[in-house]
């Protein structure tokens, strides 16, 4: 599956598990208006994260909550990103569990100052996969918005 159908499913994976929502009898100390019974993702803490509205996420706001969680502004950066910031952007999702967006961009902006050059998305790529793929050298343990491992297998 390539990046933007990865990210496509993520999206419709996200709005599917909003979709599981029953409503809440009397009011909650976190202000949830619903309770969830999610597959794929921790609902709460991407509502809290992202802000959402619990009476109105469609499959649009999925798809941008779905961006923001690869480093993209909005879905519409996301489909029109380079084959090599996909790759990166997917390989940060899958791997969230290991380090989270903020310690990425510290890890990239550190280097590019050693190397004192920038380093585009497909060194990034390269980097990414021999630190954290192979070597897991962040040794974090890591909240993450994915529920499960196996979240690709759908």
Request: net charge negative.
């Given at each position: 599956?390539?990046?933007?159908?990865?990210?496509?499913?993520?999206?419709?994976?996200?709005?599917?598990?909003?979709?599981?929502?029953?409503?809440?009898?009397?009011?909650?100390?976190?202000?949830?208006?619903?309770?969830?019974?999610?597959?794929?993702?921790?609902?709460?803490?991407?509502?809290?994260?992202?802000?959402?509205?619990?009476?109105?996420?469609?499959?649009?706001?999925?798809?941008?909550?779905?961006?923001?969680?690869?480093?993209?502004?909005?879905?519409?950066?996301?489909?029109?990103?380079?084959?090599?910031?996909?790759?990166?952007?997917?390989?940060?999702?899958?791997?969230q569990d290991?380090?989270?967006?903020l310690s990425?961009?510290?890890?990239?902006?550190?280097?590019?100052?050693?190397?004192?050059?920038?380093?585009?998305?497909?060194?990034?790529?390269?980097?990414?996969?021999?630190?954290?793929?192979?070597?897991?050298?962040?040794?974090?343990?890591?909240?993450?918005?994915?529920?499960?491992?196996?979240y690709l297998?759908?």
């Open positions: 599956m390539d990046a933007i159908e990865f990210f496509k499913q993520q999206a419709k994976n996200l709005h599917k598990d909003f979709k599981t929502q029953t409503p809440l009898v009397g009011k909650t100390s976190h202000g949830f208006q619903y309770e969830y019974s999610p597959k794929y993702f921790h609902i709460y803490d991407i509502i809290s994260d992202f802000d959402i509205d619990e009476n109105n996420f469609r499959l649009m706001k999925a798809q941008h909550v779905i961006a923001k969680i690869a480093n993209f502004d909005s879905w519409g950066n996301l489909i029109k990103a380079s084959p090599s910031e996909l790759e990166l952007a997917k390989l940060l999702f899958e791997h290991k380090i989270d967006l990425w961009q510290f890890y990239i902006a550190d280097a590019q100052a050693m190397n004192k050059d920038e380093l585009d998305a497909e060194i990034q790529v390269e980097i990414f996969k021999q630190v954290v793929v192979e070597n897991n050298i962040f040794d974090m343990v890591i909240d993450c918005y994915l529920i499960k491992d196996d297998e759908d």
